[in-house]
């Protein structure tokens, strides 16, 4: 793993946490949605937060596409868990919201999930190397 | 028969999210590092063999699926069940995806991190 992958995984960590806080904070602007209440989905669209928290939530989406090209699956989900840590941090600071102990228990255990994970290989090593080549690619 | 619906839901949003990762994962392991291809062939070529991969949309097809299952979920149950039991049964059911699908050394290693994981996740959203 070189430093450029372990970005590319806090950067999972980052856009995905803080997409879904930019979207939380939106929707509590926009209210509920429900079928009586259909058209709040489109108030929500036109909200500030909700469209910066869809542009973070499509940057996550590419670095969460482009670990995959380099790392497993069973590596990369345990490793970009700390994106729920991040959660709880935002949820404190940003959103002002209280945080039981409980919870602290339930950080230290992704913590250590992730410590785990993150010191072994990132990538299985297949006999057949084919899946893994990438195939000529014709210049555009 | 509403807590049998549920988890009915459940389900489906765990095997559906878990059947979009390991397509993403297997088509993003045949298209190749992202990095590499892009210091090679520049960053439209990447681009285009991304948008040009069946699998992968195959994946993000199964992702939807997972999302519009979830939000008939909450339409039923409360966020206190349906978040905790679908994220960290998604977990268990990638590691498993990854181990039978993709073929991937899912050693105890990786099996630890994903328990440490999902008993974490569950102690954060079981409120």
Partial sequence: ?140 | MRMLYTWICIFTTVSTAAAGDVFVALAMRRIGDLGDLRRQHGFLAVVMRVLSSGVLFAGVFFMALAFFSNLVGLSWADLSLIGPASAALTFVANALGAKFFLRENVDRRRWFATIFVCCGVLLLTWS
């Fill in chain 1, 1 to 140: 793993m070189t430093l450029r992958k372990y970005l590319v995984i806090l950067s999972i960590v980052f856009f995905g946490s803080v997409g879904d806080a930019f979207l939380a904070r939106g929707m509590k602007y926009v209210g509920s949605v429900d079928v009586r209440h259909a058209n709040n989905l489109l108030v929500a669209l036109g909200n500030p937060f909700v469209i910066v928290g869809i542009f973070f939530l499509l940057a996550f989406m590419w670095s969460y596409m482009t670990a995959l090209s380099f790392a497993d699956l069973s590596y990369v989900l345990p490793a970009t868990a700390l994106g729920y840590v991040n959660m709880i941090l935002l949820s404190i600071f940003w959103l002002h919201e209280h945080v039981s102990p409980q919870r602290w228990v339930g950080v230290a255990f992704i913590v250590t999930g992730v410590g785990v994970v993150a010191g072994g290989p990132s990538r299985t090593e297949h006999s057949s190397s084919k899946i893994s080549e990438p195939e000529p690619v014709e210049h555009v």
